[in-house]
């Protein structure tokens, strides 16, 4: 049976080759799609979504627009990486396509509610929608399969020195969600970051004859597009595409259980303190600190066994020319 799954995005490019990946595998059911601001602003992360989801010929799979900032920071998108209209300059054609009416928690609860079997949650933006759905809505949590959540790191930062862009976006939403009492998996920087495919490989999908694998190549080119500009190696990261594909295929990563803590406040707000300590420390012994809740840790990765994964399922998709 398929595992139903609903994705929350910042569209993105690579939220954009998650979305294509979702929709391709049979073995993920995507019940919904939910739209915050973070790489763009939220009015076009959601054009974006749809206009990806015709690229996937996806069936009529609902959509609906959340928050416009994080909760308590102001809004600083990202769009040095993924350029002013979030998709690093790919232009798709116009959708018709609309989002639902109601309000992305709306969705989210109304979608796991009426579900008979437990949902599981892809968050792979900042958390800000997620956490509203849980402080609105209590009752979701023991619904909740497992939220698979793109973001935090064990070791190296993106967004500040040791914050990753999607918990430091919105710290104390991404706090909420490891709060909750419902079952993380953390798909980090720590994976996230080797997940590669090729510069001669995504040149040659951009030129070549299936159109999703003209829009890939695109996609994971967009980067020298933006290397060009500001010099940087080409990295062809599949980014939050890898998080999607640890759920159909976790025997391609390692993971711990550890203790996580979202840090709030000085130089480490946004950072994930991953507790890796097989002894308690004196902060345990002492009494200084409360219980960090336990989170399933992605640490290492089998990343051309992922990056493999991504390009056979996506390029399985029809080629709409
Ligand atoms: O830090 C990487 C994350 O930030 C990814 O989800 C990317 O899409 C951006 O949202
Ligand atoms: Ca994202």
């Given at each position: 049976?398929?595992?139903?799954?609903?994705?929350?995005?910042?569209?993105?490019?690579?939220?954009?080759?998650?979305?294509?990946?979702?929709?391709?595998?049979?073995?993920?059911?995507?019940?919904?799609?939910?739209?915050?601001?973070?790489?763009?602003?939220?009015?076009?992360?959601?054009?974006?979504?749809?206009?990806?989801?015709?690229?996937?010929?996806?069936?009529?799979?609902?959509?609906?627009?959340?928050?416009?900032?994080?909760?308590?920071?102001?809004?600083?998108?990202?769009?040095?990486?993924?350029?002013?209209?979030?998709?690093?300059?790919?232009?798709?054609?116009?959708?018709?396509?609309?989002?639902?009416?109601?309000?992305?928690?709306?969705?989210?609860?109304?979608?796991?509610?009426?579900?008979?079997?437990?949902?599981?949650?892809?968050?792979?933006?900042?958390?800000?929608?997620?956490?509203?759905?849980?402080?609105?809505?209590?009752?979701?949590?023991?619904?909740?399969?497992?939220?698979?959540?793109?973001?935090?790191?064990?070791?190296?930062?993106?967004?500040?020195?040791?914050?990753?862009?999607?918990?430091?976006?919105?710290?104390?939403?991404?706090?909420?969600?490891?709060?909750?009492?419902?079952?993380?998996?953390?798909?980090?920087?720590?994976?996230?970051?080797?997940?590669?495919?090729?510069?001669?490989?995504?040149?040659?999908?951009?030129?070549?004859?299936?159109?999703?694998?003209?829009?890939?190549?695109?996609?994971?080119?967009?980067?020298?597009?933006?290397?060009?500009?500001?010099?940087?190696?080409?990295?062809?990261?599949i980014g939050d595409a890898g998080a999607v594909c640890s759920i159909v295929e976790p025997a391609a990563l390692r993971t711990?259980?550890?203790?996580?803590?979202?840090?709030?406040?000085?130089?480490?707000?946004?950072?994930?303190?991953?507790?890796?300590?097989?002894?308690?420390?004196?902060?345990?012994?002492?009494?200084?600190?409360?219980?960090?809740?336990?989170?399933?840790?992605?640490?290492?990765?089998?990343?051309?066994?992922?990056?493999?994964?991504?390009?056979?399922?996506?390029?399985?998709?029809?080629?709409?020319?």
């Amino acid at each position: 049976m398929p595992t139903p799954v609903i994705l929350d995005v910042d569209t993105g490019v690579d939220d954009a080759l998650a979305i294509l990946f979702a929709v391709a595998h049979p073995d993920l059911d995507v019940l919904g799609i939910t739209c915050v601001a973070g790489n763009a602003s939220l009015e076009q992360v959601v054009d974006n979504t749809l206009r990806v989801l015709d690229a996937a010929a996806a069936g009529d799979i609902p959509v609906a627009a959340g928050a416009h900032r994080p909760l308590i920071a102001p809004a600083r998108s990202a769009s040095h990486v993924h350029g002013a209209d979030g998709l690093g300059g790919l232009v798709l054609p116009a959708t018709r396509r609309t989002a639902r009416p109601e309000h992305a928690v709306e969705l989210l609860r109304r979608l796991i509610m009426d579900r008979a079997e437990p949902v599981t949650l892809v968050a792979l933006a900042p958390q800000t929608n997620l956490a509203l759905l849980l402080r609105t809505h209590p009752e979701v949590a023991g619904r909740i399969e497992r939220i698979v959540v793109m973001g935090g790191s064990a070791s190296v930062g993106n967004a500040t020195a040791v914050a990753e862009f999607n918990v430091w976006h919105d710290p104390e939403a991404a706090a909420i969600v490891f709060d909750a009492g419902v079952p993380v998996y953390m798909y980090g920087l720590d994976v996230f970051n080797r997940v590669s495919v090729a510069a001669d490989r995504a040149h040659a999908l951009e030129r070549g004859d299936h159109s999703v694998g003209r829009i890939v190549g695109e996609l994971l080119g967009s980067r020298i597009a933006l290397s060009e500009d500001e010099h940087a190696e080409y990295t062809g990261l599949i980014g939050d595409a890898g998080a999607v594909c640890s759920i159909v295929e976790p025997a391609a990563l390692r993971t711990e259980r550890r203790p996580v803590r979202v840090e709030l406040a000085g130089l480490g707000r946004g950072q994930t303190l991953v507790d890796r300590r097989e002894f308690a420390g004196e902060d345990v012994v002492h009494g200084l600190v409360d219980p960090w809740p336990v989170v399933e840790v992605a640490l290492d990765v089998d990343a051309d066994r992922v990056a493999r994964l991504f390009l056979d399922t996506v390029l399985a998709l029809p080629s709409g020319a």
